[in-house]
């Protein structure tokens, strides 16, 4: 079975840094067997990943592991990893994860994660 831990959606490409490495794309996926971007493997899955995304974003989806976007999102899903971010465009739901945004202009569900504006 494919646990997926990350998934980020961009109409344009964005660099995009995963454990200090640099790419360019617009569809990233995280999940047990890989990293992919843009329907290519680009590295192995490692214990930790932590994710910063240089530019907009789309939607962030993720179950662990930390997520920075410098720019603004539309919706954010999360279970346990926490997100930083500019703006949220679109609705937050999450579990135990944490969200730090400046505005949210979208809905806001959680059971245990804090949601907070700067």
Same mark, same amino acid.
């Given at each position: ?60 989806? #993720?179950?662990? /592991?930390?997520? $920075?976007?410098?720019?603004?999102? @539309? *919706? +954010?899903? =999360?279970? !346990? &990893?926490?997100? %930083? ?8 739901? #999450?579990?135990? /994860?944490?969200? $730090?945004?400046?505005?949210?202009? @979208? *809905? +806001?569900? =959680?059971? !245990? &994660?804090?949601? %907070?504006?700067?």
């Amino acid at each position: 079975m494919i646990q997926r831990f990350l998934k980020l959606f961009n109409r344009k490409p964005s660099e995009i840094k995963i454990n200090g490495k640099s790419y360019h794309g617009s569809n990233v996926v995280i999940q047990d067997d890989g990293i992919f971007i843009d329907g290519g493997c680009v590295q192995g899955l490692s214990p930790k990943i932590e994710v910063v995304i240089n530019g907009d974003c789309d939607s962030v989806d #993720t179950t662990s /592991g930390n997520v $920075r976007i410098e720019g603004n999102v @539309g *919706d +954010i899903s =999360t279970v !346990s &990893g926490n997100v %930083t971010c500019g703006d949220v465009t679109g609705d937050i739901e #999450t579990v135990t /994860g944490d969200v $730090r945004a400046r505005v949210i202009k @979208g *809905d +806001i569900e =959680t059971l !245990s &994660g804090d949601v %907070t504006t700067r």
